[in-house]
């Protein structure tokens, strides 16, 4: 999975929750043309926090049933500066728990660039992946691999896959926490996916996954307010995390298509969580589709998360200052127009191979935190 990002936290961990793909066993679908696309992801919370992601596709196919992927993403994110008046008590409550860096001027804001680049080589059934992600202060890397096959007459597929990503945490040095050690983060995943064919129109997709991390896995740059004082931030070292999850999709005869899933979540942290999604695509015209989506989520809190720590110990030696840790319940609505102009690649053969789509989407939760994005695509196909 995408790394935990040290500023931001909440916008950017819920804009990897939202990614189209989650990037655990590196399944690769199949590949048919040459494809090159283009997306620009803009993105806004109740925080203020801007996120601009610039990624790009591209998609090859190689003789002896082979393909090649290549996915990059530019994002630079901007956390506005502290508002309050200097020396009140606001600003020092303001820096006291920022989750980025607060070194020199915290009244200015504060901007960080991030860049990825992930190769993925496919060859028959089996297909391995690169992932690295680099920014001032984090390094992710992954390596994962893939396989499924057909079952039962081709109406049942099983895949499996597997990944394992290494980290490097070198935190940059600032006012509360200065000369932080460099630390390290390492995950371990395993997934199985079965998708079986009931009839002509209708799809069903069940799976599950685990992982088991090790490492820092809390924002070195906040603190909390505990027993009167502040501390650093401090979750467990190691983590196990598990989730099964089930989708169907059903198509309509008035050429649309329903889909509905559910995810269970839980960890040794004690979080449990459910998911309930639904999405509806409608044929407008040829080429020309409209969806909508929703999104409920529900989680119980970690046993070490409280809303006011009485002891600087915090429970059993763990401290949080991230709401995602605590109780917490969310809801997304969504909606994205998708245009494909291959009817005109009679009359108009370089238009007829560009498609595009425009997506907006917004995200509020129980603990006052809300989000814009809004997505727009080029493809083109070769």
């Known amino acids: 999975m995408q790394q935990l990002k040290w500023i931001g936290t ?19 679908t199949a590949v048919d043309d040459q494809t090159a696309e283009y997306l620009m992801q803009l993105f806004s919370d109740s925080g203020h926090v801007s996120v601009r992601s610039a990624i790009g596709n591209y998609t090859l196919p190689l003789p002896h049933d082979r393909a090649l992927s290549l996915h990059w993403n530019n994002e630079r994110v901007v956390v506005p500066a502290i508002k309050a008046a200097p020396g009140t008590q606001e600003a020092v409550d303001a820096i006291t728990t920022a989750s980025r860096p607060i070194s020199g001027n915290a ?11 992930e190769g993925g080589l496919k060859q028959g059934r089996a297909a391995v992946e690169y992932y690295l992600s680099s920014e001032a202060d984090y390094l992710a890397q992954q390596l994962g691999g ?57 799809l069903l997709r069940y799976g599950v996954e685990y992982n088991i991390v090790e490492g820092l896995q809390h924002n070195p740059y906040r603190d909390v307010f505990a027993g009167g004082s502040r501390v650093p931030e401090r979750h467990p070292d190691h983590r196990q995390r598990r989730d099964a999850f089930v989708r169907l999709n059903q198509y309509l005869s008035n050429r649309a298509s329903l889909k509905f899933s559910y995810r269970f979540y839980n960890d040794d942290w004690g979080i449990d969580s459910h998911e309930l999604g639904s999405k509806l695509s409608q044929s407008i015209a040829h080429g020309v589709f409209a969806s909508y989506e929703y999104r409920y989520y529900t989680q119980t809190p970690a046993r070490f998360w409280r809303a006011d720590y009485t002891s600087l110990n915090g429970v059993d ?36 191979h560009f498609g595009f789509r425009c997506e907006y989407e917004r995200y509020f939760n129980s603990n006052n935190y809300s989000a814009n994005i809004l997505t727009t695509q080029v493809t083109y196909a070769f």
Not at 107 to 117: G, L, P, Q
Not at 333 to 350: I, M, Q
């Open 146 to 202: 893939s396989y499924n096959r057909d079952i039962g007459g081709d109406q049942l597929n099983l895949s499996v896959g597997t990944s394992y990503g290494w980290d490097r945490i070198d935190p940059l040095p600032d006012d509360k926490n200065n000369g932080v050690p460099v630390s390290r983060k390492n995950t371990l995943h395993w997934n199985a996916v079965a998708t079986q064919i009931l009839s002509p129109t209708l």
């Open 107 to 117: 009244f200015s804001d504060y901007v960080k660039v991030r860049n990825e680049i």
């Open 317 to 352: 030696g763990y401290l949080t200052g991230d709401y995602r840790m605590g109780p917490l319940s969310s809801h997304l609505f969504g909606a994205a127009l998708d245009v494909g102009l291959d009817g005109l690649a009679a009359e108009h053969p370089t238009i007829g």
């Open 10 to 28: 909440a916008s950017l961990a819920f804009l990897a929750t939202c990614a189209a793909a989650t990037r655990c066993g590196a399944q690769m």
